[in-house]
T-cell receptor, first 109, second 116 residues
Framework: GQNIDQPTEMTATEGAIVQINCTYQ??????LFWYQQHAGEAPTFLSY??LDGLEEKGRFSSFLSRSKGYSYLLLKELQMKDSASYLC??????????WGAGTKLIIKP | GAVVSQHPSRVICKSGTSVKIECRSL??????MFWYRQFPKKSLMLMAT?????????EQGVEKDKFLINHASLTLSTLTVTSAHPEDSSFYIC????????????FGPGTRLLVL
């Protein structure tokens, strides 16, 4: 079966760094996405990785290792507004997105 | 760029009525749109994939006659919840893909449906 695993909840302090991990087992791989979703709102696109390595975009970076079926989203200089759920999604061989359950990130002052 | 709108944002209806939700790509043409449903504190559940000019592809367990999808143009897809029941109350979100060579989905703001 296809499976995406990410922690249910994480807590971090404002100004700190947090890494949200995602491991996956899918039939084929055509890229991995990270989305941010604030409570009661639709997801917003953060990043897309299809090749191994680190992609940096401002305070957010995303890493992918295809051989390990592993990705992480790194958030630096955390702000209160970063409190949200972070969804990991993998596009399989049929170009269908397989979604993780999301990681709820709680930022404390 | 890549803005997707949804209308209405919220709807309350009586059991047995039908509700239509519109999804529009505002600044690009979307050959493919997706409809998701999300329950509180749960991840997104893909309901169907909608390709312009052809019938939608429904996921297993999603009733085609209950959730009618029409993708009549490259910028508009509609989801009609027919004969709505309280268990259909949910957050419905559409997304659109830019097209060939771009796999990123951009989401609309979602529609919160409450069936009384």
């Amino acid at each position: 079966g296809q499976n995406i695993d990410q922690p249910t909840e994480m807590t971090a302090t404002e100004g700190a760094i947090v890494q949200i991990n995602c491991t996956y087992q899918t039939s084929g791989f055509n890229g991995l996405f990270w989305y941010q979703q604030h409570a009661g709102e639709a997801p917003t696109f953060l990043s897309y990785n299809v090749l191994d390595g680190l992609e940096e975009k401002g305070r957010f970076s995303s890493f992918l290792s295809r051989s390990k079926g592993y990705s992480y989203l790194l958030l630096k200089e955390l702000q209160m507004k970063d409190s949200a759920s972070y969804l990991c999604a993998v596009m399989d061989s049929n170009y269908q997105l397989i979604w993780g359950a999301g990681t709820k990130l709680i930022i404390k002052p | 760029g890549a803005v997707v709108s949804q209308h209405p944002s919220r709807v309350i209806c009586k059991s047995g009525t039908s509700v239509k939700i519109e999804c529009r790509s505002l600044d690009f043409q979307a050959t493919t749109m997706f409809w998701y449903r999300q329950f509180p504190k749960k991840s997104l559940m893909l309901m169907a994939t909608s390709n312009e000019g052809s019938k939608a592809t429904y996921e297993q367990g999603v009733e085609k006659d209950k959730f009618l999808i029409n993708h009549a143009s490259l910028t508009l897809s509609t989801l009609t919840v027919t004969s709505a029941h309280p268990e259909d109350s949910s957050f419905y979100i559409c997304s659109a893909r830019l097209g060939l060579g771009s796999e990123t989905q951009y989401f609309g703001p979602g529609t919160r449906l409450l069936v009384l």
